[in-house]
Each structure stands twice: as structure tokens, then as C-alpha cells.
Nanobody, 116 residues
């Protein structure tokens, strides 16, 4: 079993910044990558944001380039997502995932609400 836990969500003002954290634990075999998705409303699809692979390379969705930064130590199975110049459309449930030989494991999500 792999457990993924996100943290760092909450209420943030427009133009502010925040850091989301993600830690995976458990039986992690043949690590692939770790990354983030977000879901802006119930029933909407989860949108991929960014990923770090086992070589430390980072990949970003086009909409995330410029304001989002993914970082962390994938071999410690801890990653972060920094969001700068936060906008109303960043309000969402942010999910972290880890890919292993067992497949993809997801966290429960951490909610970000952007409001003044």
C-alpha cells in the first residue's frame, strides 16, 4: 500500500503565494514520477499541472508555466508545488500522485481557496 498525503492548502488572497507539500510513504517499488493535478469543481476532470520524474526532470502544463513551480526530492518521495501571483481561477482541490510499479496512487487532496 502507498499512502499519499498533501498539505498546505487554505485561504489565500489574490496575488499572494502558497506552497503545497506532498509526501508518499509505504511500499514504494520501482518509482516512476510524482506530480500534481487539480480539480476546480466537483464533477470536473482533474487537470494535470506538473510532474517530477526519477531523473529530477520537471514537466509543466502550459497554463502552469510562469506562476507554478514543482520541486522536491523524489527519492525522499516529498515534493512541493509553489504557486505565485495566485488568481481566483486557482481555487481548486489539488491532488498529488505517485507512480510506482503498482500503478498510480493519489492523495485525498488539499483545498485552495482564493479570496480577498
Amino acid at each position: 500500500q502507498v499512502l499519499v498525503v498533501e498539505s498546505g492548502g487554505g485561504l489565500v488572497q489574490p496575488r499572494g503565494s502558497l506552497r503545497l507539500s506532498c509526501t508518499a510513504s509505504g511500499r514504494i517499488v520501482d518509482l516512476g514520477g510524482m506530480g500534481w493535478h487539480r480539480q476546480t469543481a466537483p464533477g470536473r476532470e482533474r487537470v494535470w499541472i506538473a510532474e517530477i520524474d526519477v531523473k529530477g526532470r520537471t514537466f509543466m502544463a502550459d497554463f502552469a508555466k510562469g506562476r507554478f513551480t514543482i520541486s522536491g526530492d523524489i527519492y525522499k518521495t516529498t515534493i512541493y508545488l509553489d504557486i505565485n501571483d495566485v488568481k481566483a481561477e486557482d481555487s481548486a482541490l489539488y491532488y498529488c500522485y505517485i507512480d510506482t510499479i503498482q500503478g498510480r496512487a493519489w492523495g485525498q487532496g488539499t483545498r485552495v481557496t482564493v479570496s480577498s
